[in-house]
Structures are given as structure tokens and as C-alpha cells.
């Protein structure tokens, strides 16, 4: 199901990497392994639909978060612009777990010429500690990156703002997932691993 072989981690922590690709785009990827036993109904469909409403009530509702037939939306108000847009979802089920994957459209936080480029995931995946579930940006090209060759001051303008923002409401989503699902938070907080290679952001 997850084509970047996730390691086994400590099932109390947050992994995550985010790294600028050779090509300079973005890739970050977060995930956590839920006990079997607490697990049940588990699916990346949910996980989507936690992650909207996590976004919304992390932000005090000043991002707005919208699916319908076209596909999902996050702005800054009912009628301002998108902040990004993203394909309707796709899921693919096998029988070690489930992946949604959305396609990256556009969007304010997106160059302009990479529209259509990247894709947003969500994963559930069984293994022997339980059920892994991930979080996973691929291939994303942002605004502040402004190309394909980035600035050193744009990449650290980068990391210490947009990249910074998305690692950490997506360790505390999945910290939010584990506590909801077994009942106890976590004590161990996050950890880096490396599965890619690339810069860090």
C-alpha cells in the first residue's frame, strides 16, 4: 500500500520527514501506529474527513474547509480565493489497508505553473503493531518556493513558515487520531526519520 516502506517506529511517537526533492518539490510525510485492539473503523476516508474538520477547528474556523463533486477546497473565507484546491478524493483499497490520494489543482499556496503537480495522501496500512496511519505530500510546488529553483532565502522563508505550519498540524492531527482512538495521549512525542533523500524544510 505505501511505496515508501515506512519503517516500524515506536508505536507511542510521531514519525515524520519533510525534504525538498532534486526537482525542488516538496515531500512530507507523517505517521503513527494505532494498536489493533483500538483501531476498528479506521480507514484514510475518515482520516480525510477528520483532517478537514481538524483544519477548521485548528485554525478557529478562519480556514474553511469544502468537499463536494469537484473536490475539496481550504480558504480563508466562504468567498475569498482558495488557498489550495484539491482533485475530488480517489481510494484504493487492498487488503493491508486503504489510500485516498488527492491531486493538487491550484490554488493561492501553489506556483502557478505547477498546478496540477502533486498530490495529497492519506493511508492506512496494517502491520504488526497495528494499524499505521499517514499522512503523505508529494511532488508539491509552493508559492514561497517561487520555482523550481528556489532562492536560499526563499527556502528558509519556506521552512520557517508554510513547512513549519504543516509538520506540526499534522503530528498533532495524528497525535488527536491516537488519543481519540485508544483514549490516553501520547508520551513520547514526535520523531525524524529518513525515508527520502533531500534537503530538510
Known sequence: MNPDRLPETDPERVAYQQV????????????????????????????????????????????????????????????????????????????????????????????PGECNVGQLDFLTESVPSGTRVALRLADYCPLLLGSRKPSLFRRWLYRLTQALIHKVVAVRFLAMIYRTSTGKGLKKGAVKVAIRSGDPT
Open 20 to 111: 525538498l526533492a532534486e526537482d525542488r518539490s516538496v515531500f512530507s510525510i507523517q505517521w503513527i501506529t494505532i494498536p489493533h485492539e483500538h483501531s476498528t473503523g479506521l480507514t484514510s476516508e475518515k482520516l480525510l474527513s477528520d483532517y478537514l474538520s481538524y483544519i477548521e477547528k485548528v485554525t478557529l474556523r478562519l480556514i474553511k474547509t469544502r468537499m463536494n463533486a469537484e473536490g475539496v477546497t481550504m480558504r480563508l473565507s466562504p468567498a475569498g480565493p482558495d488557498l489550495i484546491s484539491l482533485a475530488h478524493p480517489v481510494t484504493v483499497r487492498s487488503e493491508n489497508g486503504t489510500r485516498t490520494t488527492l491531486r493538487i489543482c491550484g490554488g493561492f499556496l501553489v506556483q
